[in-house]
């Protein structure tokens, strides 16, 4: 299964866009980028994935890049709710890593 | 729409004793999955099942057991219960498309979980 390298926290101020990183390497062409996040007590959230073009949504934008050897997670505006553990996932099976420890200051 | 729906949302066992953890998935959705959340970790992947065939294993004891039935509905069986398996026992369910060309495009839907302590 492809692996992914996450920074294990990163820290944010209120209403600033964070930018979240995600390494993957040894992806496969198949391979989804899922993002998901989990707050403090519950399941985890989708929040979005992509293949190769780059995504958005409500929540988010994935950027992928062109070799798609990395991603990252985009929040344009950074609030109190947000604060999070992240994770970046390949494929279908989720092999969820330590994901980044997501802190807003507000 | 109710979304992934877990029972017990809590559950006190002893050593050696045997649980079963219940999963309804969202409306529509075929695969079920099931992962143990210890704390301080991410989800670990446990089973995978689609249309009542399991799909996937992670590397769990046979003392994990799951099943499915036809109403996509599904139950986590664990035997012989041990401390180190106190943890958060997450569900999740999807709705599987074949995209051509790409493979497997599934996005998965968590419930909130039971938190399975063992004493």
């Known amino acids: 299964d492809a692996k992914t390298t996450q920074p294990n926290s990163m820290e944010s101020n209120e209403e600033e866009p964070v930018h979240l990183p995600c390494n993957h390497s040894?992806?496969?062409?198949?391979?989804?980028i899922h993002w998901y996040r989990q707050l403090p007590s519950q399941g985890p959230e989708y929040v979005i994935h992509?293949?190769?073009s780059n995504v958005n949504n409500r929540m988010a934008s994935l950027a992928i890049a062109e070799d798609r050897k990395s991603s990252t997670l985009i929040l344009h505006r950074a609030t109190l709710r947000d604060a999070a553990v992240y994770y970046c996932i390949l494929g279908g099976k989720l092999i969820f890593g330590q994901g980044t420890e997501l802190s807003v200051k507000p | 729409d109710a979304g992934v729906t877990q029972s017990p949302t809590h559950l006190i066992k002893t050593r050696g004793q045997h649980v079963t953890l219940r999963c309804s998935p969202i409306?529509?959705?075929?695969?079920v999955s099931w992962y143990q959340q210890v704390l301080g970790q991410g989800p670990q992947f446990i089973f995978q099942?689609?249309?009542?065939?399991?799909?996937g294993r992670g590397n769990f004891p046979d003392r994990f057991s799951a099943r499915q039935f036809p109403n996509y509905s599904s139950e986590l069986n664990v035997n012989a219960l041990l401390l180190g398996d106190s943890a958060l026992y997450l569900c999740a369910s999807s709705f599987n498309v074949w995209v051509t060309g790409q493979g497997w495009e599934e996005t998965q839907y968590f419930g909130p979980g039971t938190r399975l302590l063992v004493l």
């Open positions: 040894t992806i496969s062409g198949t391979d989804y």
């Open positions: 992509g293949l190769t």
């Open positions: 409306s529509g959705h075929k695969s």
């Open positions: 099942y689609y249309e009542k065939e399991e799909r």
